[in-house]
């Protein structure tokens, strides 16, 4: 694995902690995860399955120690592990075709509700949630994939110009 990457990789789950401890809450006391908008930019800058897997077992532990959800700290970890998963694959077959702008806006979308999902279907069946499901999703996962995948556009735009301005070339 290249030094590189691991350090921008790094950088950028850094950053995406950070936004997600000052982002407010806005529904029911909920917030949206900006650490998933960086974990699907490092999806899309990486084409290593090695190098993604490692990123959303991070992004997991680092939401898991930074989350307000009660019980949500396994939840967290899971959530990561699988919609890491899901998203490389959903990616896979349209790393090449497709421009980065079109995958960034796509892939934030459908990971934002596979997280989500994933998310509330852990905490769950490992703690028990105080209102249903649907509820949940409509109400909480829903508008936080309309903000995960605004700010996930513009991060990407401003993360790739960054890169393409230093000495740093593309991941």
């Known amino acids: 694995m290249n030094l590189k990457k691991m350090i921008i990789n790094s950088i950028l789950l850094a950053i995406g902690a950070m936004l997600h401890q000052i982002v ?7 917030k949206p995860d900006m650490s998933l908008a960086m974990l699907f930019i490092i999806l899309i800058f990486n084409k290593e399955y ?5 990123a959303g077992i991070v992004a997991g532990l680092l939401a898991a120690a ?5 019980g949500g700290q ?6 990561k592990f699988v919609t890491v998963n899901v998203m490389f694959l959903v990616l896979k077959p349209f790393r090449d075709r497709i421009n980065n702008q079109i995958n960034i806006v796509i892939t934030t ?9 994933v998310f509330l ?10 209102t249903s499901f ?11 994939t309309v903000v995960n995948t605004i700010v996930g556009f513009c991060l990407f735009n401003v993360i790739n110009i960054a890169l393409k301005r230093s000495a740093i070339k593309q991941l």
């Open 24 to 30: 407010p809450p806005f529904l029911f006391g909920m």
């Open 134 to 144: 649907r509820s949940l999703f409509f109400a909480v996962v829903l508008p936080a």
């Open 109 to 117: 979308a459908i990971g934002t509700i596979v997280s989500g999902s």
């Open 121 to 130: 279907t852990a905490v769950l069946l490992t703690v028990g949630l105080s």
């Open 50 to 54: 090695k190098t993604c897997l490692c």
């Open 74 to 79: 396994l939840a967290n970890v899971i959530d």
């Open 66 to 70: 930074t989350t307000t959800f009660p």
